[in-house]
Each structure stands twice: as C-alpha cells, then as structure tokens.
C-alpha cells in the first residue's frame, strides 16, 4: 500500500491511486500520457495539505451547494484529504469568536500560502456597512484575507464580476473581488460554478505551483477557452436557420436553434456542452433551455431573453427571404449570416467588457 493510503484513512492500491490520477488528467483536459506525472507529483505533495480560507459575501451559497456535488475528487476527499479548510463559515461547526479567532489564527500562520476563495459579490457603498461580519464590514475582511492569500480564487459570477447581488440599481454597490483588490484574481464564474472548475484549478496550483493560463476575464482557459456555440448539441438547427419560436415548442427532424429565445452561447465562454451538470447528467441547452451566459461580466445585466441584436436582425432578413426560396438554401445562406453576425456581436461585446475588466488592474481598491 502507498502512504496515501493514511492520509485518506482508508486502504488505497495502486490501481486505485492510478485512476484517481487518470481522473485528474481529464479533469485538467490533458492526455492519458500525463497520468504517471500526475501520480508522480501527488505522491510527493500527498503529505501536505493546501491551507484554504473560504469567505461568504452577497450571495445565495448556490456556490458552496455546487462544490459539495463535485465527484472528481469526491467532495470529502478534496476538503477533508487533500485541502485543510481553516474556515468556511457555512460549512464549519464553529460560530462567534471561536470561528473569528480560527481565522486570524490561520491568516498568521499560513500568510503567503493559503487559498482565498470568495464566495459572492462584495457590497461597498458607504464603506461596507450594508454586510459586516463580526462587527466588521465584509470588504474590511476580504482586503485583509487577500493580501496575505498565495492565490486569490472568486467562485461564481458574484465574486467574479459582481453578478446578481450588483445588477441595476445595485444600491448597496456590490462589485466583483478584483474590482475591489486589484491584482491578479482566479475567476471562476457561472451562476453556479460548476464543481469542476474550482476542483480543477486548485488541482493545478497543488501539481504545478501556479494558475492555471487564465484568459481577458481572469478565466481559466482550461474551462472556458471556447464558446458554448462551438460544441451546442443544437449547432444544427442554428446552421440551418431553424429556429425555435415559442418555448417547449419542437421542431420536426431537428433540434432548433433557441437563438430567437434570447440564447447566449455565441457569445458565452464555458465548456458546459463537455463538462455537463449533476455528475455529467445534463446542461442548460441539452435541457431545452437557452443559455443565459452566466460565465460573463455583463451577467445578468445585459443578458436578458432576447435575441442577440445582430442575430436577431438576421432572423428577421432570412424570414423575409424564407417566402422567395427553398428551405436548403435559405438554411444554407442564413447559417452563414448569422455565424459572422454572431461573430461581429461577440467581438464587439468583448471588446467593451476587456476594457472594462483590464482598467480594473489600475485601480487600487474602492
């Protein structure tokens, strides 16, 4: 038996240790052929457990319900094995002082090595007051918690990009964990996250010592490198120009398009088509749900259930050319149209919101 075997307090063979490494190269979307690094990094850190402080702002733990889903490793496994949570106030069996006095016991003890993760948007309007924790207002103790984290992580949109907690009027001024700190931030988001992207960027820093390669938005590029539209289980329909009008209506032969329906995934950069939710069950599009594009800055904001602009326009066009030609070369005409229309809406959204996020890096704090 390997020593592995103690620190998860159970019998663990070879050939378990083995899978559980093959489980972990897919996660991190790498070859069969990376198994024997993996397995060889895991057996020189498997003593050592990463130290991580979990905070809890605006939001509706929906995070934290996802994380504890996770099976790849199983949630026991990363929390209790190869994590050592010093505090995680909805998780924890300590409250009051008792659980303060934890955290400022594990930001000394581990400064410059722990993880911060954020868990939903910060409220900074009239210097916090609106959500205080122990007396102190919340971005007080996010400021602190931060700079003395090795790596800051924001899971979900909320801690990401300010998300539902900071849509219009926002009269408490929630904003995103890097709108508030400054500096380099991990963002995980997705309204949830999904359990894997967290999972998988704390396997990275564990094996590799760093970040994952992150994309204009702080996103891992390891899940959210390309478009959901890319790999849409109903990229068919959208060739064809066939379109989905009413919600639960289907069409004949095909699974329609739901762009008419407001979908996002031209536009929405996730790997949810592959990464599938409920252990690899479903997903937003497959369940016949448009995408509402939860992965992006300007969620929820901008992301309502109306057709992409462009899109739409072009919908409208090939409806007019629908009663001059055959339904072959109108699918055929209108995919194309509509493809550069979505690529002329994405570049121009991401255009405006990179400029936005990237002016954040200037900025140092509210």
Same mark, same amino acid.
Request: with cysteine.
């Given at each position: 038996m390997l020593e592995l075997g103690k620190v998860f307090n159970r019998k663990f063979t070879r050939r378990d240790f083995l899978k559980y490494?093959?489980?972990?190269?897919?996660?991190?979307?790498?070859?069969?052929?990376?198994v024997p690094q993996i397995a060889s #990094?895991? %057996?020189?850190?498997v003593s050592k457990k990463q130290p991580v402080i979990? +905070?809890?702002?605006? #939001?509706?733990t929906g995070c934290t319900v996802s994380f504890a889903n996770t099976n790849y490793p199983s949630v026991a496994e990363l929390v209790l094995d190869r994590l050592s949570v010093k505090y995680m106030e909805t998780l924890m069996a300590a409250s009051g002082e008792v659980a303060e006095k934890a955290l400022d016991d594990a930001i000394a003890q581990f400064k410059g090595k722990y993880v911060m993760v954020l868990e939903? #948007?910060?409220? &900074?309007?009239d210097r916090g007051i609106y959500l205080t924790v122990a007396g102190e207002p919340f971005v007080d103790k996010v400021r602190k918690v931060a700079e003395g984290a090795a790596v800051n992580i924001a899971m979900g949109t909320c801690a990401s990009f300010g998300g539902i907690p900071a849509a219009g009027p926002n009269p &408490?001024?929630?904003?995103?964990?890097?709108d508030v700190i400054g500096g380099t931030v991990v963002n995980i988001p997705g309204c949830p996250a999904h359990p894997d992207w967290l999972v998988g960027t704390i396997v990275n820093v564990l094996l590799f010592g760093k970040t994952p390669e992150l994309d204009q938005f702080g996103r891992p590029k390891l899940f959210y490198g390309k478009l959901i539209h890319e790999n849409c289980p109903r990229r068919g329909g959208y060739e064809q120009g066939r379109f989905i009008?009413?919600?639960? %209506? %289907?069409?004949?032969?095909?699974e329609g398009c739901m762009g008419a329906k407001g979908c996002r995934g031209p536009v929405t950069s996730a790997d949810c088509p592959h990464r599938l939710w409920n252990s690899g069950v479903n997903f937003c599009i497959a369940a016949s749900a448009p995408c509402a594009g939860c992965t992006e800055p300007a969620?929820?904001? %901008?992301? +309502?259930?109306e057709p992409i602009p462009e899109v739409a326009k072009t919908i409208k066009a090939g409806e007019t050319d629908k009663k001059k030609s055959a339904v072959g070369t109108f699918g055929a005409s209108l995919g194309g149209a509509i493809a550069g229309a979505a690529a002329a809406a994405?570049?121009?959204y991401f255009a405006k919101e990179k400029a936005r996020y990237e002016a954040a890096d200037k900025s140092e704090g509210v």
């Amino acid at each position: 038996m390997l020593e592995l075997g103690k620190v998860f307090n159970r019998k663990f063979t070879r050939r378990d240790f083995l899978k559980y490494s093959s489980s972990l190269a897919i996660l991190l979307g790498l070859s069969e052929m990376y198994v024997p690094q993996i397995a060889s #990094a895991l %057996e020189q850190i498997v003593s050592k457990k990463q130290p991580v402080i979990w +905070l809890n702002g605006a #939001a509706c733990t929906g995070c934290t319900v996802s994380f504890a889903n996770t099976n790849y490793p199983s949630v026991a496994e990363l929390v209790l094995d190869r994590l050592s949570v010093k505090y995680m106030e909805t998780l924890m069996a300590a409250s009051g002082e008792v659980a303060e006095k934890a955290l400022d016991d594990a930001i000394a003890q581990f400064k410059g090595k722990y993880v911060m993760v954020l868990e939903g #948007a910060i409220p &900074t309007k009239d210097r916090g007051i609106y959500l205080t924790v122990a007396g102190e207002p919340f971005v007080d103790k996010v400021r602190k918690v931060a700079e003395g984290a090795a790596v800051n992580i924001a899971m979900g949109t909320c801690a990401s990009f300010g998300g539902i907690p900071a849509a219009g009027p926002n009269p &408490t001024g929630c904003k995103g964990l890097k709108d508030v700190i400054g500096g380099t931030v991990v963002n995980i988001p997705g309204c949830p996250a999904h359990p894997d992207w967290l999972v998988g960027t704390i396997v990275n820093v564990l094996l590799f010592g760093k970040t994952p390669e992150l994309d204009q938005f702080g996103r891992p590029k390891l899940f959210y490198g390309k478009l959901i539209h890319e790999n849409c289980p109903r990229r068919g329909g959208y060739e064809q120009g066939r379109f989905i009008k009413s919600f639960g %209506e %289907e069409l004949p032969d095909i699974e329609g398009c739901m762009g008419a329906k407001g979908c996002r995934g031209p536009v929405t950069s996730a790997d949810c088509p592959h990464r599938l939710w409920n252990s690899g069950v479903n997903f937003c599009i497959a369940a016949s749900a448009p995408c509402a594009g939860c992965t992006e800055p300007a969620f929820p904001q %901008e992301f +309502l259930y109306e057709p992409i602009p462009e899109v739409a326009k072009t919908i409208k066009a090939g409806e007019t050319d629908k009663k001059k030609s055959a339904v072959g070369t109108f699918g055929a005409s209108l995919g194309g149209a509509i493809a550069g229309a979505a690529a002329a809406a994405g570049g121009l959204y991401f255009a405006k919101e990179k400029a936005r996020y990237e002016a954040a890096d200037k900025s140092e704090g509210v």
